[in-house]
């Protein structure tokens, strides 16, 4: 069973647009993790919140952690037509990670 | 390039068939993960091998069984296949998983089941 859930399951933006993806998840945690991927390929590591933080930015992303509602949210700013891919979250909760259905991204040019 | 790599690339099998699946981890990682990724949907862990041990098992059956080796390299084997192991399977490797750190994924192997 999947502990993450994404909200929306897809979403299309113009280029230039920010993007904002929800994960909610069901258990306590040790870290909150999203990956990106491309067409079916392997997944790529984006950004790690550890469960004591709130917030935290890399580049053109901004993940925010809210342990007491147990959910997450994935902001790219700036999007391009590069970004457009799958996004998931990843909970850990012990050695192994558990992941949502994802959000399936399109940006537009 | 994360530099775990997975063989073969792509995998035809009919049902009731055996296969085995090949992960190189990433240089100085002990422990590696497979997950299980069916089409539109997230990926579903399978088990973790960490020091040649298993480490922990998903909701799968025992025909799904997999080793790791001394130089942290693993197999996945997938004995009397059915038509729904037709799916994405990707390994990841990583120090064992903590507060910090992160998997990194190989580029998966797609088996289709026929």
């Known amino acids: 069973s999947q502990q993450g859930e994404e909200d929306p399951q897809a979403l299309s933006i113009q280029e230039g647009e920010n993007a904002t993806m929800n994960c909610s998840y069901k258990?306590?945690?040790?870290?909150l993790q999203w990956y990106r991927q491309n067409s079916g390929r392997g997944l790529v590591h984006l950004i790690l919140?550890?469960?004591?933080?709130r917030e935290k930015h890399s580049g053109r992303l901004r993940v925010t952690l809210d342990t007491s509602k147990k959910s997450s949210s994935l902001l790219i700013t700036a999007s391009r037509a590069a970004d457009t891919a799958s996004y998931f979250c990843a909970t850990n909760a012990g050695n192994m990670l558990t992941f949502g259905g994802g959000t399936r991204l399109m940006v537009k040019p | 390039e994360t530099g775990v790599t997975q063989s073969p690339t792509h995998l035809i099998k009919t049902r009731g068939q055996q296969v085995t699946l090949r992960c190189s981890s990433q240089?100085?990682?002990?422990?590696v993960s497979w997950y299980q990724q069916a089409l539109g949907q997230g990926p579903q862990f399978i088990f973790q091998y960490y020091r040649e041990e298993e480490n922990g098992r998903g909701n799968f059956p025992p025909r799904f069984s997999g080793l790791q080796f001394p130089n942290y390299s693993s197999e996945l084997n997938v004995n009397a296949l059915e038509l729904d192991d037709s799916a994405l399977y990707l390994c990841a490797s990583s120090f064992p998983l903590g507060e910090h750190n992160e998997q990194f994924f190989g580029p998966g192997t797609r088996l289709t089941v026929l």
């Open positions: 258990t306590s945690i040790n870290n």
């Open positions: 240089s100085g990682h002990n422990t």
């Open positions: 919140i550890r469960s004591n933080e």
